[in-house]
């Protein structure tokens, strides 16, 4: 293979067999169930990065499930999100992902940067309750429970919030193992239309579990739970921040 031919055709790894194809990647029936937590602010600072800058001391919970989604398939999600502003704009830092695919954490760590793991989120529908659980193997790591459907929620507010920016840390380590690339990478998802949104109570349960580490964000108080259902497709980053530079 000529040095012209592997520029071209090079875009993720392996060069002959890429894990993931090419974006972009459109989401259809997207189901969240997205519950607000007060956490400590402490441990807040411990996690996010400057130049972000924390909003309040929440949190917020997050199981997604993607029954279609172009490229990646059938899979589900769970991590936290951390409000924060930046020179600012307000919107949402990525501090963990947890999924059940590997294409997907490919593309997403690759791509974005996002903080993708490998462990087993559910979304189950149970009786008169919503129910996410995630797991690492045989350890259970987080539980949500959210009544189904109680009061119907504004979908222009729930638009809203999803057109907001979203940040992660894209880190791409150098063969002498210090980091190559180090970035802050802002997002935003696009051509959103949400077909329903909910509200309902909620609880959240945190476990101790040592690489699955959500319970180091400790849920103190529940303040609201939505469930919602979307399309969307996931755009493209932009660095915003070189480390390096």
Known sequence: MKIED???KAFAMPLTNPSFPRPPYRFYNREYIVITYRTDPAALAAVVPEPLVVTDNIVKYEFIR?????GFGDYTESGQVIPVSFNGDHGGYVHSMYLDDDAPIAGGRELWGFPKKLASPKITHEGEVLVGTLDCRSIRCATATMGYKHQIADKD?????MLAPNYMLKII????????????????LEDIQVKGAWTGPAALELFQHVTVDVAKLPVLEVISAIHYVADLTLGMGEVVHDYLA
């Not at 063969?175 to 935003?188: A, F, Q, S, W």
């Open 6 to 8: 592997v520029r071209a």
């Open 66 to 70: 993607m029954p279609d989604s172009t």
């Open 157 to 161: 507010a729930v638009l809203k919030s």
């Open 173 to 188: 380590p150098h063969v002498d193992g210090g980091p190559r690339i180090l970035e802050l990478v802002r997002y935003y």
